[in-house]
Every structure is written in structure tokens, then in C-alpha cells.
């Protein structure tokens, strides 16, 4: 499902951290000692590492203006990340950012590439796929930022195919 490009900056994290579970298969990439190195997490930080990753589903989807029936609301990533400190880094040419106060903390590049991305306006275009078998992340580049489906090819056209057949398209008349 992954035709795109990914999430600028930052957020390409958050996309890739909220991808590591297909929902489809049960097949979770946090589960392997390969599928946790991209983030830095031990297995002992699973339960955490999770508890985030679902938030920030809840998150993308409500961007998308979805809602999980069953999962955490959006509002759970600011308990999430209140312990996770940020600091000012300002360079020699006075240029200033947020970073992570701990850089090994996965929670803390989580709270400053929201930071970052709310500050440059992008952090409402990282949404969750419409599709139930799916809620894939993906960063929304069309002009409108109306994107329902990670993919069009995929996830819309199974959609799109779906509601034909509901309105009763491809029967042969009676």
C-alpha cells in the first residue's frame, strides 16, 4: 500500500511508527528485534511504544475525520508525551527548533516532530486511512488535503468498487 512518498520531515517518523502493525494480518513489525531498531526500542518498551503508536493512530485518523470505535481518542497523546521534555536548540545563525531532550527517547523525537509539524502547518495533513481492514498512515499532499485512502489504487478503489455494488452497478438489466 505504500505508493507514496513518505511524511516530510519529522512526521515521517510518526507515519512509520503508526505502519509498523498491519491490521489486515495481525502482523506486527515491533514484534521482531529488526522491526524495533528503526525506533530504538527495547521489547521491555513494547507496552509503551504501542500505548503511542495507537494514540497517534487516533490521531491521524481524526485528521482524516475518522474515528476508532474502540481505541484510545487523540487526546491520549498528551499524557503520552508530558513526560517526554523538549528543548530550544538555537544554532550560531540564531535559527531555533524544538528538539528531543533525550534523543534516545522515542517519545520525546515523537513530541518534537508534532512540535515541529504543527509549528510549519504540516501536522494535520498525517492521516489514517478511511479503509476499517486498513487505517494505514499517510501524509495528505493533494492541494485540498481531502485524501480519505492511503492509496488509491488499493484501499479507494475497494471502497469506490464496494459502493457500485451497493447502488446495484454491474447487474444486467431485467
Given amino acids: 500500500m ?18 509498523t502493525v498491519d491490521l489486515a494480518s495481525g502482523v506486527d513489525l515491533l514484534d521482531t ?14 507496552p509503551a511504544v504501542r ?9 491521524c485518523l481524526a485528521h482524516a475525520g475518522h474515528a476508532l470505535p474502540d481505541g484510545p481518542a487523540p487526546s491520549a497523546l498528551g ?11 538555537v544554532a550560531d ?3 531555533a527548533a524544538l528538539a528531543p531532550a533525550d534523543a534516545a527517547s522515542l517519545h520525546a523525537r515523537v513530541a518534537a516532530a508534532i512540535a515541529t509539524a504543527v509549528a510549519d502547518g504540516t501536522w494535520h495533513r498525517l492521516k489514517g486511512c478511511e479503509a476499517e481492514d486498513c487505517r494505514w498512515a499517510y501524509y495528505d499532499r493533494s492541494p485540498a488535503g481531502r485524501r480519505r485512502w492511503c492509496s488509491m489504487s488499493v484501499c479507494g478503489a475497494r471502497a469506490k468498487m ?11 438489466p431485467e
Fill in 51 to 59: 500505548e503511542l503508536r495507537e494514540a497517534l493512530r487516533a490521531a
Fill in 162 to 172: 464496494r459502493a457500485y455494488r451497493a447502488r446495484g452497478g454491474g447487474r444486467a
Fill in 93 to 95: 545563525d540564531g535559527t
Fill in 33 to 46: 528485534e529488526d522491526g524495533r531498531a528503526p525506533f530504538g526500542v527495547t521489547a521491555a518498551e513494547l
Fill in 2 to 19: 505504500n505508493e507514496r512518498h513518505p511524511a516530510p520531515g519529522g512526521l515521517a517518523l510518526i507515519e512509520s511508527l503508526v505502519n
Fill in 79 to 89: 499524557p503520552l508525551l508530558a513526560r517526554a521534555p523538549l528543548l530550544v536548540d
